[in-house]
């Protein structure tokens, strides 16, 4: 009776074992139970040749796991936690992203273009830099600046046409030394960042420098004015109506 139940609790302790590993394997994160048998084991001794096989499988694995935990790391959107999920969704990140690229990049010969017909210089009011800022990823470069100076954007009229500014949120600071900073941000359509840039010409003000940045779908433009701290609540109207009148 002892026997039996000896045999019985043996059972019991290798099905459970099979199923947990099963079950890790299944998750993609931990070995299977390919070395249960192995030279450690009582029940029977590997040869030399399959026990490097398994211990190089095992490896193997390991390195395996550790890409995936760095690749789910960096993708934000995770359906599933199983090897293909993760694969699938990093596949469909990298080509959202490749899409943004290719909008920022359309974006910028439009302005390039429009620069052409003018002698703007870098002290112009009409001169930003232009950030394309993406989350951190193991495939995508460091961010992206570049200086691109806006021309005759007033021969525009496609864009006025075409592209409105959407959510809209603006900030007006005074920060000391005359100097008065402006932060925008609204939806990234195209057309956007040439409509912006166009506003704050058409609004002569004195521009000390502006920037543009790009991340998931938002602008954010930064502007550097000169004014006195009095004049922060006028330029805030000022530049509120150019926007409503650009949001018709």
Known sequence: MDDFGEVEYQLYWETNMFL??????????????????????????????????????RNRRKKLNERLFALRAVVPNISKMDK??????????????????????????DLEYYRSNNNCNNNSPCSVDVVDQQSPSVFTSPNKKKRVDFGSINNGADFRRSSTIDDLEMRVSYVGERTVVVSLT????????????????????????????????????????????????????????????ARV
């Open 20 to 57: 947990r590993n099963q079950e890790l394997d299944s998750w993609g994160f931990e070995d299977t139970l390919s070395t249960y048998y192995d030279s450690s084991s009582p029940d029977g001794i590997a040869s030399p040749p399959g026990s490097k096989n398994i211990v190089s499988e």
């Open 84 to 109: 293909a999920s993760i694969i699938k969704d990093a596949i469909s990140y990298i080509q959202e992203l490749n899409e943004q690229q290719r909008l920022i990049k359309a974006e910028i010969s």
């Open 186 to 245: 609204c939806s990234k359509k195209e057309g956007t960042l040439v409509k912006l840039c166009e506003i704050f010409e058409s609004l002569k003000l004195k521009i000390i420098t502006a920037h543009i940045t790009s991340f998931a779908g938002t602008l954010l433009k930064t502007v550097f004015l000169e004014a006195d701290e009095r004049e922060k609540d006028k330029l805030r109207t000022k530049i509120e109506t150019a926007m409503s009148s």
